[in-house]
């Protein structure tokens, strides 16, 4: 980023972004995405390079390096565009309508994302990052804007048509109309055989791209269903093992903990350094439910790690969950994590941790070590080795010690904008991970975040925003802002009882029905009263984070199994499926989180009901910590006190006629049929096996 000494900022200098702010002193004329720059391009009828990427992105900083910091780029851009600057963290319906631009141009997304729109915002042509000169087989940035300009003055009826029509084409893909019909249940099995087919057995994961591997952990989630409803033991091998290897490789930071981006080598050795909220919620998600299903304490001890990194270094004085942290520090990716031997040893010297850490004289990267433990030639799954308590004693101390160095280097920089949809993917692992765990304290946490959401970035009519960064609450939610705050809301009145969060779930879920729904019964990404898009898109891709879509079918089981309007939101689950047919059957493997979904929905819905007498919680919470702390997929729970249940049943009608008896009394229904109510723990736990 360059220095602001002495140097005249542009329009960006006015944003909370943290990645727009790295660029408001540029010599590039940045306007933000907005009014005042679509006028001035009309006015002076000139092509738009709207600008895409994010605070941590790597090639993002470089591509500003060589080309937004360099004056004769400057001078080009300033003198035959107008140039905008995005951040797609704020504004991924954005984003997302211009990578699909990209993709329908033949080319592979990526950021930064630089695409030439017309004054009307419609895509021209575009690419990921351009070189300064021309390399690695691609054209210079600087040619390629002169190439655009002359076009735009002696060809501008062709380009404006060309882009009217991949506009057009833009729009006729998202209209889509709803199936009639489900996607096979073969899909499951047929999934599970995929994802056998590019395991990893020898380092874990998948093979999925040629070089780099990604944390799969919504696919890890699947297969850990899949194994229990299927009695499939070898997909939960392949879940266990890959959340293993993860936690061993260095693509975990093994010092501070956090998982990183992805690894640029099969053997999850080599990071991209960037730590995303996103990832590391969705990861904590898989090892709760992994600890769940086994019991491993090595699942506890990852859980405890993850979350004790998130307190310390990315929880924010008012309340919230900072986004990431970037790669680079002092312009170097890397450089913050890496470890020369000589360093290493003057702060540990058991040569134990040492050979387990793999620290060499000639280190793993560039000369120094990626701290990592070696997995290849092991299967975790199936010896499910424990280290002794004194051995986890030396490698904390190790730890504690190195954490302690490292914390007197410069950091890389913390995007300390708080992302709606994220902070709520975090509430929902905090939860899970308090009943795997039994540990109360990460429900407290999971508390403080949502209180945090729910008084900053919601307005009095029930709104929410996107981006919340020193005080100021800005952009329209998206839908998956909208369903992850749903969905956290029902998890939070599920485990405390506290009908508020359930209330505040159906406020959003209507506001959801009125702004974006679409004529096919499933939903928009972006909502109604946003008016500077050229297109709404629906999405149900599971990429980096669950799409909306996937979210919103799990709300509706949720709804159902409370038995809150069961026929409606089951059928709206099933539409959800009915249109995402083609991609389910077809593409399974990239739509993890809906195909869940669907698998839950597939098995029928099982409901249970604890209702006990105030002075009788003791064993209705013992029941609750049995319910909470196995895996039950498709069981929907609700343990509340009588008076409490009588008064909320006309809500929430899984409640109604469910009296405690003379102590406690547990409703277990599957399938909308009830059995006989029991007593006791071993009497539920049998009922429920059944």
């Not at 942290?325 to 040569?351: C, H, L, Q, R, T």
């Not at 159902?560 to 009915?578: H, M, P, R």
Request: charged letters at 25%; aromatic letters at 12%.
């Amino acid at each position: 980023m360059q220095s602001n000494q002495n140097q005249k900022s542009n329009h960006l200098i006015h944003e909370k972004s943290p990645y727009l702010l790295q660029h408001a002193y540029n010599p590039v004329n940045w306007f933000p995405w907005g009014e005042e720059a679509f006028a001035k391009a009309k006015k002076e009828d000139k092509v738009i390079l709207l600008s895409i990427g994010y605070s941590t992105c790597h090639w993002c900083h470089v591509m500003e390096r060589e080309s937004f910091e360099d004056e004769n780029t400057a001078t080009i851009l300033n003198q035959h565009f107008v140039s905008i600057k995005l951040d797609r963290e704020e504004r991924p319906d954005i984003d997302k309508i211009y990578m699909d631009a990209l993709h329908a141009m033949g080319q592979q997304g990526g950021w930064p994302l630089n695409l030439f729109l017309t004054p009307e915002k419609e895509p021209i042509l575009g690419g990921t990052y351009f070189p300064p000169e021309a390399r690695y087989g691609r054209k210079g940035f600087k040619e390629v804007l002169l190439l655009v300009a002359n076009a735009w003055q002696n060809q501008k009826g062709e380009l404006e048509q060309a882009a009217k029509d991949l506009a057009d084409h833009l729009r006729d893909s998202e209209r889509k109309t709803l199936g009639e019909s489900l996607p096979s249940t073969d899909v499951f099995e047929k999934t599970y055989r995929t994802f056998f087919q590019v395991y990893d057995p020898v380092f874990f994961g998948f093979k999925m791209n040629q070089q780099n591997k990604f944390p799969p952990s919504m696919s890890l989630s699947y297969l850990v269903h899949h194994s229990y409803f299927f009695r499939n033991p070898h997909a939960l091998e392949i879940a266990y093992n890959t959340a293993y290897a993860m936690k061993k490789g260095g693509i975990y930071d093994q010092v501070g903990g956090g998982l990183c981006r992805y690894a640029t080598d099969h053997e999850w050795l080599v990071p991209h350094f960037e730590k995303m909220l996103y990832d590391n919620s969705l990861y904590l998600t898989t090892l709760a439910k992994l600890f769940q299903v086994t019991q491993d304490p090595f699942f506890r001890s990852a859980i405890q790690d993850i979350i004790g990194y998130y307190r310390r270094d990315m929880t924010l004085p008012e309340g919230g969950i900072a986004s990431a942290e970037d790669a680079d520090s002092e312009g170097e990716e890397g450089k913050f994590y890496i470890w020369s031997e000589k360093e290493f040893d003057e702060i540990v010297s058991d040569p134990w941790i040492k050979k387990i850490w793999n620290v060499t004289p000639e280190g793993n990267f560039e000369g120094h070590t990626i701290l990592n433990e070696t997995i290849a030639g092991t299967n975790p799954f199936q010896t499910k080795k424990e280290i002794s308590k004194s051995e986890e004693k030396t490698l904390l101390e190790a730890k504690n010690g190195l954490l302690s160095r490292r914390s007197q280097r410069i950091r890389p920089l913390r995007d300390d904008k708080v992302i709606t949809s994220w902070n709520c993917l975090y509430i929902r692992a905090l939860i899970l991970s308090s009943q795997a765990t039994g540990d109360k304290t990460y429900l407290e946490d999971a508390v403080r975040i949502y209180s945090f959401i729910d008084k900053n970035l919601k307005n009095k009519d029930g709104f929410l925003y996107r981006r919340y960064r020193e005080g100021e609450a800005r952009f329209q939610g998206n839908l998956t802002d909208y369903a992850e705050f749903t969905y956290s809301s029902l998890l939070l009145f599920q485990e405390t009882g506290n009908i508020e969060y359930f209330r505040n779930a159906k406020s959003t879920l209507k506001i959801i029905e009125e702004y974006f729904v679409s004529e096919a019964g499933v939903y928009y990404e972006s909502i109604s009263t946003n008016t500077d898009l050229i297109v709404r898109t629906i999405e149900g891709y599971d990429g980096v984070e669950p799409s909306g879509n996937s979210t919103m079918a799990h709300v509706f089981l949720l709804l159902s199994g409370l038995g809150v309007e069961v026929g409606s939101y089951w059928d709206k689950a099933k539409n959800i499926f009915s249109y995402f047919k083609k991609e389910l059957s077809e593409n399974s493997t990239s739509y993890s989180f809906m195909l869940d979904a669907y698998l839950k929905w597939s098995q029928g819905p099982n409901e249970v009901a604890v209702i006990f007498k105030k002075e009788n919680r003791a064993e209705a919470e013992e029941i609750k910590k049995e319910l909470s702390s196995r895996l039950n997929p498709n069981v929907v729970w609700i343990v509340m006190e009588e008076e409490d249940a009588k008064k909320y049943a006309n809500e929430i009608p899984l409640l109604e006629f469910r009296t405690a008896g003379d102590s406690h009394q547990v409703y277990v229904c599957k399938n909308l049929v009830c059995e006989t109510p029991v007593k006791g723990l071993e009497a539920t736990k049998l009922l429920i096996g059944k």
